[in-house]
Structures are given as structure tokens and as C-alpha cells.
């Protein structure tokens, strides 16, 4: 098994699960590569132009992927869908179904974004509410919901506190008067 880049004979290493294996990938200008890519981390794939970088992201990786999630159906529900050739490639190991996010742009507006896209915008939109915990900018405390009957027992306590301190600050000052008339 392996396949010949020029004269010499490939050696097949053990598999790993936690990344996707391409071996010998020829797709477009892709030259027999082998890659392994991490799952469940952002993997960047750059280079110059005509190096191979959508072939081997769009035409290999992702093509393999959608066609092996789509021979998942039944024989009936694959005749409606377009059919996907196998990329050029030796062997791919540990894909998971794709999905991929396209080079052009259909929206040609400037706040078009991957998130807006994908549509992804909308869950987030959903979830930070749910997980975030929001601050005050002036004194650092956090900001809660209230309620009516939470706001209502604020408002009752702050005046008790302050009756409170008038209360004091009254018995203190009768009593210094106090004592100032009987040192007369």
C-alpha cells in the first residue's frame, strides 16, 4: 500500500484519531501531498496563489467529506441530490461530514461576514445573552435583572438606612448640646 512519488516508496504511519489524514492527495496542482489536520481546532490554510490551497481544502478535504455524509442516505434520497466524485487522493482517514463555507462572496455588501453567511450569527445572537454576565462601567458590579418586588425592597431599605443615620446623627447632636449646657 502507498503510492510512488518519483522513484521512492512511501511509509504508512499508524493512524492517529484525533486528526484528519490525506495521503497522496493529486487533486488540481496538488502534487501527491500528505497532510495531517487537527479536529476540533482552527486549521488556516494559506499560501500563494495557484498553490494548491482550494484544492486541497474545497476539492479534496471538503469533497470527500460531503460524499461520504451523502452516501449515508438511502439509495432514494441520493438520486435528488447532485452526485460528488472522489477526489484524487490515496487515502483520506478520520473525516467527519463537511460542511464549507465558500471562497466568493454572494452578498456584496461591506457587513457581510462568515458569521452572516453561515447564518451563525443567529444562534450567537441566542447564546451570549444566555452565558454573558454584564457589568456596570462605572463602579464594576454586576448587572442583574430586576424585579418589581426586588426594586421595591431597595427602595425600602435605603430609606431605613438613611432614617437610620438621621436618627443617629440627631441623638449625637442632642447629646453634644446636652453637654455643652452643662458645662455652662
Not at 107 to 134: C, F
Not at 137 to 164: G, K, L, N
Request: aromatic share 6%.
Amino acid at each position: 500500500m502507498g503510492s510512488k512519488i518519483g522513484n521512492k516508496e512511501r511509509v504508512i504511519a499508524p493512524t492517529q484519531n484525533d486528526c484528519i489524514e490525506v495521503r497522496g492527495a493529486r487533486q488540481n496542482n496538488l502534487k501527491g501531498i500528505d497532510v495531517d489536520l487537527p479536529l476540533g481546532k482552527l486549521t488556516v490554510v494559506t499560501g500563494p496563489s495557484g498553490s494548491g490551497k482550494s484544492s486541497l481544502a474545497f476539492q479534496t478535504i471538503y469533497a470527500e467529506g460531503q460524499r461520504r455524509y451523502v452516501e449515508t442516505f438511502s439509495p432514494y434520497m441520493r438520486q435528488f441530490l447532485d452526485r460528488m466524485d472522489k477526489p484524487r487522493v490515496d487515502d483520506i482517514r478520520g473525516i467527519p461530514p463537511a460542511i464549507a463555507i465558500e471562497q466568493s462572496n454572494p452578498v456584496k455588501t461591506s457587513r457581510s461576514t462568515v458569521g452572516t453567511m453561515t447564518e451563525i450569527n443567529d444562534y450567537l445572537k441566542i447564546l451570549w445573552p444566555r452565558i454573558a454576565h454584564a457589568f456596570c462601567p462605572s463602579c464594576d458590579r454586576e448587572i442583574r435583572p430586576e424585579t418589581a418586588q426586588s426594586i421595591a425592597e431597595q427602595v425600602f431599605r435605603h430609606f431605613e438606612r438613611s432614617r437610620a443615620e438621621r436618627s443617629r446623627r440627631r441623638r449625637g447632636g442632642q447629646a453634644f448640646k446636652s453637654r455643652c449646657k452643662a458645662q455652662r
